[in-house]
């Protein structure tokens, strides 16, 4: 879902946390060494996040915000601030040829420049983070 997270409202801040789970405490980001991502430079982008960009002239970037059951793609147009919220069931990630990471949930999508190692890192740090909770664990099923 994309939404616009500029305001504090109570009701968007539930849906966020339903869907991906609440933001990780202080000893849990310290424990992976960080949750959120460097500025990532946009290169491409679905119709309805396009049509956000567009109607400002700054440069397209957006950071990645890990949760326990998801990631947070945040981005700015004009004043406003916009989150396409993706839990990890419906997540795809691709690297391209060209140095170029591919996130994808449903009919949205956002492809990011790959031009640092950070980036890299953290991509596989998102890989690693949805591989381990994805699915439920079969302690948790019984």
């Known amino acids: ?5 500029s ?4 009701e968007i801040k539930e849906r966020i946390n339903k869907e991906v789970g609440a933001p990780f405490t202080l000893l849990e980001r310290i424990k992976l060494n960080g949750s959120g991502s460097p500025k990532l430079h946009i290169t ?12 400002d002239s700054n440069t397209n970037i957006c ?3 890990l949760r326990p059951n998801g990631i947070i793609v945040m981005f700015r147009s004009l004043l406003e601030t916009y989150a396409l919220i993706i839990p ?3 997540l795809n990630l691709y690297k391209g040829k060209s140095e170029e990471y591919s996130v ?3 009919q949205y999508f956002i492809k990011i420049k ?3 190692p950070a980036i890299h890192k953290f991509m596989l740090k998102i890989l690693g983070y949805k ?3 994805a699915l439920p664990h079969l302690e948790d099923i019984r």
């Open 1 to 5: 879902m994309l939404l616009n997270i």
């Open 7 to 10: 305001y504090n409202r109570p």
């Open 44 to 55: 491409s982008t679905s119709i309805e996040i396009h049509n956000l960009l567009i109607l």
């Open 63 to 65: 950071n990645i915000e």
């Open 88 to 90: 990890y069931y419906k």
């Open 104 to 106: 994808y949930k449903d």
């Open 114 to 116: 790959a031009d640092s």
């Open 131 to 133: 591989t381990d909770n």
